[in-house]
T-cell receptor
Framework: DAGVIQSPRHEVTEMGQEVTLRCKPI?????LFWYRQTMMRGLELLIY????????DSGMPEDRFSAKMPNASFSTLKIQPSEPRDSAVYFC??????????????FGPGTRLTVT | GNSVTQMEGPVTLSEEAFLTINCTYT??????LFWYVQYPGEGLQLLLK?????DKGSNKGFEATYRKETTSFHLEKGSVQVSDSAVYFC?????????FGKGTKLTVNP
């Protein structure tokens, strides 16, 4: 298996621009998680999906952030408009959830976002 | 909800030294426990796990034992190598999502 795939690996954009991050989870996994990692705040869970349905988006910083999962093999995280404080590494992870019990998550390589 | 507390770093050791990184959790019920490792520029990788009390997870010379009585899952390695330099995250999962500690940065010097 190729593991969790994220694209792009690096993104540099100017403040005010729209940014879209993409994730392909491991085939057969039914849960998908978006995290953000910064030096100041560490690893933060932004949102997670189960069977393509958003379950908990309480970690999404503000309305500028949105996430979708149109099917079991693809998810996007969009920031519009982007701001310098959004600069971080964004990770996608997938897992298999059974009987409401979490199993190990498998992380992608991350997208390093720089907003100037 | 679940929470995880792990020792703050950074931790600096010499090669072949003994490593312990403490991790304690609070949870309702009996969560599964995990240790993840993050090498520079990479995502988190599962290092080891334990799913019930007294289970010992082990991988690459690292070990951790699920201690229900002390709600702990301390990571240990008898002899660290320079290649073990990374950030280590403890995680607990008893429901749909995992809760992670803040990470402990380990540097091993030759």
């Amino acid at each position: 298996d190729a593991g969790v795939i994220q694209s792009p690996r690096h993104e540099v954009t100017e403040m005010g621009q729209e940014v879209t991050l993409r994730c392909k989870p491991i085939s057969g996994h039914n849960s998908l998680f978006w995290y953000r990692q910064t030096m100041m705040r560490g690893l933060e869970l932004l949102i997670y999906f189960n069977n393509n349905v958003p379950i908990d988006d309480s970690g999404m910083p503000e309305d500028r952030f949105s996430a979708k999962m149109p099917n079991a093999s693809f998810s996007t995280l969009k920031i519009q408009p982007s701001e310098p404080r959004d600069s971080a590494v964004y990770f996608c992870a997938s897992s298999f959830l059974l009987f409401e019990r979490a199993y190990e998550q498998y992380f992608g390589p991350g997208t390093r976002l720089t907003v100037t | 909800g679940n929470s995880v507390t792990q020792m703050e770093g950074p931790v600096t050791l010499s090669e072949e030294a003994f490593l312990t990184i403490n991790c304690t959790y609070t949870a309702t019920g009996y969560p599964s426990l995990f240790w993840y490792v993050q090498y520079p520029g990479e995502g988190l990788q599962l290092l080891l796990k334990a799913t019930k009390a007294d289970d010992k997870g082990s991988n690459k010379g690292f070990e951790a034992t699920y201690r229900k009585e002390t709600t702990s899952f301390h990571l240990e390695k008898g002899s660290v190598q320079v290649s073990d330099s990374a950030v280590y995250f403890c995680g607990a999962g008893g429901s749909e999502k995992l809760v992670f500690g803040k990470g402990t940065k380990l540097t091993v010097n030759p």
